[in-house]
């Protein structure tokens, strides 16, 4: 049986979305109600007016101090629960966004992408599914873009840094960012070639979504929409590439600056 690769979502992940959906709520919930009510049950049950009057001050003390404990755990476990989101979204784009995986990234859409997505899915799921797949792509390029111009920034400041080292030679170290600079830049450009176009296709699918269309405009219009998804996870990899090519220039660059030292 094939396990699922680190780029696509797993049960276990499934199965934690889950449970982070409810589980803030429910501590809050716990953390709040159970003193109160036991102290309530007791009032009740109290034969003599002292004790009673003990009991109604300790619940509505307790239901002060669970409401603080229950706050905590609250914004504490939706913190979690975002950092942990974050971090499967990281994993699941590590090969590029599909279009199955669109309902992870929602955090990620614009309210008017998400409000146009839920009409189309009521109204023509055809034109919903190729808004989907749409929506994959820019994701995708959204955050090739962002990455590369991440390492460009790294590129730079390693550049300046090692512009800045006296006494040894650096013209290869420079030579090899200056040239991975420029494969980044490229990437970028690339990227954002194909944000523009997916942004295009979100248009030109919202503005047919507006128009009555018959089955067969439909499945014409998606034809022509079909665009070369494989591209955004080759960008990804050349990326990673381009990554672990950095960290070795650098590497290099300290052995040979420890060389010279030597010498």
């Known amino acids: 049986m094939n396990q699922p690769s680190s780029g696509q979502i797993k049960h276990s992940d499934e199965r934690t979305a889950r449970v982070l959906a409810w589980i803030p709520w429910l501590s809050f919930v716990l953390a709040t109600l159970p003193l109160p009510i036991v102290f309530l049950l007791l009032f009740a049950a109290s034969a003599t007016t002292d004790s009673a009057a003990i009991y109604l001050l300790l619940s509505f003390v307790s239901l002060g101090a669970g409401l603080v404990v229950g706050l905590l755990l609250l914004i504490l476990l939706l913190l979690y629960r975002r950092r942990w989101q974050v971090r499967l979204r990281d994993r699941l784009a590590t090969d590029g966004i599909t279009a199955n995986e669109v309902p992870w990234f929602s955090a990620e859409l614009s309210s008017e992408e998400r409000t146009v997505w839920g009409d189309l899915k ?142």
């Open 122 to 263: 009521q109204r023509n799921p055809m034109l919903a599914d190729a808004y989907c797949e749409t929506l994959a792509a820019r994701l995708t390029a959204t955050r090739i873009v962002a990455r590369s111009r991440s390492a460009i920034l790294k590129v730079e400041r390693q550049i300046n840094r090692t512009r800045n080292l006296v006494g040894i030679d650096t013209s290869t170290l420079l030579n090899d960012l200056h040239s991975d600079r420029q494969r980044f830049d490229l990437i970028r450009s690339e990227a954002s070639v194909r944000l523009s176009e997916a942004k295009a296709r979100l248009q030109t699918i919202e503005a047919a979504a507006n128009r009555s269309l018959s089955e067969s405009e439909t499945e014409l219009m998606l034809r022509r929409l079909t665009a070369a998804q494989e591209q955004f996870p080759l960008a990804l990899e050349m990326l990673n590439l381009e990554q672990k090519t950095l960290g070795q220039t650098q590497l290099e660059g300290i052995l040979n600056s420890s060389r010279n030292d030597q010498k």
